[in-house]
């Protein structure tokens, strides 16, 4: 596989997990043992977000990138290819970390009812 596939590859990779952060609640309600997999993406993608760190998949995609020929680019996956269809103004610090919020909640919202359904299934309050 030549460079800029692998780089194409973790870029669809990268999105896809970004995907999976802030939906995959919905596969959790289909198949509880998703939650497995889905609970670590959120607390990885919620640090990396308030913590303003750059995910290694980044570093990885730019790398590969060069070595294909092509301009890396500075910052996270997020600042780099998000901004321009959510943020048209740009996208602060202040966004960065209310993503990180969001997801959260969202998350959050989404297994409280979930565990509120399975205590209704099993006869509890």
């Known amino acids: 596989m030549t460079p800029r596939l692998l780089a194409d590859a973790v870029l669809l990779l990268h999105g896809l997990f970004i995907v999976f952060v802030v939906a995959g609640g919905a596969l959790v309600w289909r198949w509880p043992r998703v939650a497995w997999l889905h609970l670590p993406a959120v607390a990885w993608a919620a640090w990396i977000s308030w913590a303003g760190g750059v995910c290694p998949?980044?570093?990885?995609?730019?790398?590969?990138?060069?070595?294909a020929g092509q301009a890396g680019y500075e910052g996270g996956f997020v600042q780099?290819?998000?901004?321009?269809?959510?943020?048209?103004?740009?996208?602060?610090?202040?966004?960065?970390i209310g993503v990180g919020v969001f997801v959260t909640l969202l998350n959050v919202g989404v297994?409280?009812?979930?565990?509120?359904?399975?205590?209704?299934?099993?006869?509890?309050?």
């Open 80 to 96: 780099h290819y998000l901004p321009g269809l959510i943020y048209p103004e740009g996208f602060t610090r202040e966004l960065e």
């Open 57 to 67: 998949l980044t570093p990885l995609e730019n790398t590969l990138r060069r070595e």
């Open 111 to 125: 297994y409280a009812l979930l565990v509120r359904r399975r205590h209704r299934q099993a006869g509890r309050p």
